[in-house]
């Protein structure tokens, strides 16, 4: 019997085939940045007064100014106040009695708001996210950073059930129907409903996308292959800037960014199967299809024999969940990734939601954002061979918090400098989101290593969740956020200390493994994915143990 690695390696492990595939998964993951940060262009701040409808009487034929002076008290610093009127007159009052009504007395705005820079239609200005209605903005990225946490779930159960291509072409018609359906919402909280819909989408076609790149690339090019893809998204965020600056009505926005979705049906026709999965399904003859399918765009020739011999890889026991809190090395293991796992991800989505408030535009921000994760991304595969694992995750923790905090120390008056620090803190958690990928993969024995994977993914998720939430605090102070993501990744950071070095060493198999210490890999098993893929050590039938790097 032939295992499919050994036909992987006949066919060409990463040839034209390969890279075709890698070109179709990395556009919708180009589009998916659209769906992460297009609302912070659509709920900038916008100057707002309470809309008081007696001053606007024609009869009065009050200025604008006056207007305002009649209905809106001044703050301390002699500025209109935002969210509080002046009570009116009665209802029953002259238009000459109006006039003289003068009340100190004041109260909340009770018939919306006035917003007198007459910006084209935003979130903001269309659903009043103003005043006791703000806190919806970042309530609904949490609400998204939710939708994220349960597509996990749901999109990994439903992408071992129905197969790699099919649960991909589900997700991408949410892109496109739900994406498009969200710009003709009549509230903002139907808008909410519609965010936790695609951010599932989002989550399983990140999930989903990584396993059938990673089952049809071999494991000398898989680290390399994720990497790539994961630049689309960096790229994607740079074109989410122009975009923005270019459309600046949400609604026509929101369809720019998702009308290029429609498109990807077509992958009904381009998208292969993962012949891995299907293998582990016992449907061999649709394997050898694909195999054959891809042999061909390879310009390889497969012999008939060594097809006709395929079998599904072979498999090894399955650990116990509760293994990661009983094993005493495993559970400083998992306990210390979960907190990595949780910072980084806090560190990167805060710094990203909060590209416009560094003092410089917010579109060159979110350009230079983009443009410096492609480098970070790159960059540490090379900071992982050189430093190793362990320093390397604690130095871009620790800079990255640092960075984080010295924003603090900036004044109001060098937003360059802001930004600058700012642009610092994004590529050091770009990287150490990255790192904390493989060192992870690389830390968990394998037969309990997807669980361990996908405890401390649930950590980063609940941080996404958490982050607009600690924005908030700002409202407090406006030192307060930029505390919290700076202080926790130097804490993380320094708890790395307590991680063993896996630079070098064999992947462990069993919890045995991990007693017997470090052990120097073989030529034949030079890399983390070369030992992930060892004939009888596959943790699940059909799904390759990815080492993928995705926020």
């Not at 609302?39 to 701040?45: A, H, I, K, P, T």
């Not at 109001?412 to 994004?426: C, E, Q, R, W």
């Amino acid at each position: 019997m032939t295992q499919f690695s050994k036909v992987l390696a006949e066919i060409g492990d990463f040839s034209r085939f390969q890279v075709q595939l890698l070109l179709l998964l990395s556009v919708p993951t180009f589009l998916s940045a659209f769906h992460m940060f297009g609302q912070v262009f659509m709920v900038l701040d916008e100057t707002h007064y309470c809309s008081v409808a007696w001053v606007k009487n024609h009869t009065l034929n009050l200025s604008a100014a006056e207007q305002l002076a009649l209905s809106v008290p001044l703050d301390a610093a002699s500025k209109p106040q935002p969210c509080l009127m002046f009570r009116p007159p009665p209802h029953s009052a002259s238009p000459e009695d109006a006039l003289g009504h003068r009340v100190n007395e004041t109260q909340p705005c009770e018939a919306g708001w006035d917003y007198p820079e007459d910006r084209l239609p935003s979130l903001t200005n269309e659903f009043d996210l103003v005043c006791d209605r703000k806190h919806l903005k970042e309530a609904s990225q949490s609400v998204y950073m939710a939708g994220l946490l349960v597509g996990g779930f749901l999109f990994g159960l439903l992408c071992d059930w129905t197969g790699r291509k099919a649960s991909i072409l589900i997700q991408l018609l949410l892109f496109a129907a739900i994406g498009l359906a969200t710009a003709f919402v009549p509230s903002f909280e139907l808008y909410m409903v519609m965010r936790f819909t695609v951010a599932t989408a989002v989550a399983g076609y990140f999930l989903t996308s990584v396993s059938l790149l990673a089952e049809w690339v071999g494991p000398a090019w898989r680290t390399r292959a994720m990497v790539l893809t994961q630049c689309s998204f960096s790229l994607g965020q740079m074109a989410l800037a122009g975009l923005a600056y270019g459309v600046r009505n949400w609604r026509l926005l929101q369809i720019s960014g998702v009308a290029p979705a429609v498109l990807l049906l077509l992958y009904f026709w381009a998208l292969p199967e993962s012949a891995r999965w299907l293998l582990a399904q016992g449907r061999t003859e649709e394997a050898r299809r694909e195999i054959q399918r891809a042999a061909s765009v390879n310009r390889r020739k497969l012999s008939p024999e060594l097809l006709s011999q395929l079998a599904p890889e072979k498999t090894g026991p399955s650990g116990n969940p509760l293994d990661l809190v009983r094993h005493p090395q495993l559970r400083r293991v998992t306990l210390i990734l979960c907190c990595v796992w949780f910072v980084v991800s806090l560190g990167y989505f805060g710094l990203s939601l909060q590209v416009g408030d560094f003092g410089l535009d917010i579109y060159l921000t979110q350009l230079i954002f983009g443009a410096v994760e492609v480098p970070a991304r790159c960059s540490c595969i090379f900071m992982m061979e050189w430093l190793g694992r362990k320093w390397s995750q604690m130095g871009t923790l620790v800079l990255g918090g640092l960075t984080c905090i010295a924003i603090i120390f900036v004044p109001a008056d060098l937003p360059m400098v802001s930004t600058v620090l700012a642009v610092l803190g994004k590529f050091f958690t770009s990287s150490g989101f990255s790192i904390s990928y493989v060192y992870s993969a690389e830390l968990f024995p394998t037969i309990i290593r997807q669980t361990g994977l996908g405890l401390v993914a649930i950590f980063s998720r609940i941080a996404g969740i958490l982050t607009p939430l600690v924005m908030l605090l700002g409202d407090v102070h406006e030192a307060l956020p930029m505390v919290i993501y700076g202080s926790l990744p130097i804490a993380a950071g320094l708890l790395c200390a307590l991680l063993p070095e896996t630079r070098g060493c064999a992947m462990k198999d069993t919890l045995r493994d991990l007693e017997q210490g470090p052990r120097p890999r073989t030529k034949k098993a030079a890399t983390p994915e070369n030992d992930m893929e060892a004939p009888g050590r596959t943790p699940r039938p059909g799904v390759a143990c990815v080492s993928s790097t995705y926020f």
